[in-house]
């Protein structure tokens, strides 16, 4: 089944997020080449593509998982949680109804 990870960014954590976007996006890599990985992203600060040094809100994670229980030790095990990037992180069913 797909889930949804939607992470909220703590406050004035840009910088630990650009240290640990390597590690965050190869853990995401390894879902697309596995074909597990619907859609993944941040959230621009602002209304921009770069949000530049107003950085980000926080990520969206759409994903198949065997079940909730490995999708929730999949973001518990994310970089930016450990880093503290991430405040908030929760996790969701997702059905995929279009396209």
């Known amino acids: ?4 990870i939607i992470s909220e960014d703590a406050p004035n954590t840009l910088a630990q997020r650009l240290e640990h976007r390597p590690a965050h ?3 995401l890599q390894e879902l697309h080449q596995q074909g597990r990985l619907l859609l993944a992203g941040p959230h621009p600060a602002i209304d921009s593509e770069d949000p530049g ?7 969206l994670v759409v994903a198949e998982f ?3 229980s ?3 030790a999949f973001a518990d095990a994310d ?3 450990a880093a503290g990037v991430y405040a908030r992180v929760s996790v969701k069913p997702f059905r995929k109804t279009l396209p």
Not at 1 to 4: G, L
Not at 53 to 59: E, H, I, L, R, V
């Open 1 to 4: 089944m797909w889930y949804a």
């Open 25 to 27: 996006v190869a853990r």
């Open 53 to 59: 040094p107003s950085g980000f809100t926080g990520s």
């Open 66 to 68: 065997a079940s909730l």
């Open 70 to 72: 490995d999708a929730q």
């Open 79 to 81: 970089p930016f949680v």
